[in-house]
Each structure stands twice: as C-alpha cells, then as structure tokens.
Nanobody, 120 residues
Framework: QVQLVESGGGLVQPGGSLTLSCAAS????????MGWYRQAPGKERELVATINSGHATNYADSVKGRFTISRDNAKNTVYLQMNSLKPEDTAVYFCNVRAYNDYTNWQDYWGQGTQVTVSS
C-alpha cells in the first residue's frame, strides 16, 4: 500500500512564500509523474503543477512564474515552492503520484491534503 505524507501548509500574508513537500512511502514499482492539485471552497479541484520522470514540468497559467515544482527521486519526494502568494491561492493542496504497480498497470495515489491560507 502506497501512502503520501504532505507537509508545509499554513498561514501566510499576500506576497509571502511557502514550500510544500510530499513524501511517498510503501511499494512503488516506478513513478510516472508527481504533481500538486488544489481545491478552494465551492470550486472544483484543479491542477497546479506536475513533473514527470524526466523532470519536465507543467504549470497552471494562474501560478506560472510564481510556483516551482521539483522532485527528489532518491527520496520519492515532490516539492512545491510558492512565491508571491495571492489570496486566490487559498485552498487545500493535494499531492498526486501516478505510478506503475507492476510492469503494465498504473494508478493515481493521493495525499490527504494540506491547507494553505493567504490572508489579506
């Protein structure tokens, strides 16, 4: 069983910075990609950023230029550095890992979420 442990959420002022981390543990055959998603009250969950096995990245337009995603393959950990935070960034942030559990089958694993609140 694979588990994702998230940390780094909290309260921050507009314009401030925060870094999230997510460590995957358990049996993982091969990680395809890792990423971060977020969900604000009354809104649908949306993609924030992803990073694949070749370290290619993808960002939502709303965070491009402000957020940076990175990973440490040896530790099965993904990070999200958030700069110039805005009130609109307030949401629960979820870690996602897409991984093969054998040679042919893959599935998504999700963290339980960490709250990020940008006060105004």
């Amino acid at each position: 069983q694979v588990q994702l442990v998230e940390s780094g959420g909290g309260l921050v002022q507009p314009g401030g910075s925060l870094t999230l981390s997510c460590a995957a543990s358990g049996t993982i055959f091969r990680i395809i990609a890792m990423g971060w998603y977020r969900q604000a009250p009354g809104k649908e969950r949306e993609l924030v950023a992803t990073i694949n096995s070749g370290h290619a990245t993808n960002y939502a337009d709303s965070v491009k230029g402000r957020f940076t995603i990175s990973r440490d393959n040896a530790k099965n950990t993904v990070y999200l550095q958030m700069n110039s935070l805005k009130p609109e960034d307030t949401a629960v942030y979820f870690c996602n890992v897409r991984a093969y559990n054998d040679y042919t089958n893959w599935q998504d694993y999700w963290g339980q979420g960490t709250q990020v609140t940008v006060s105004s």
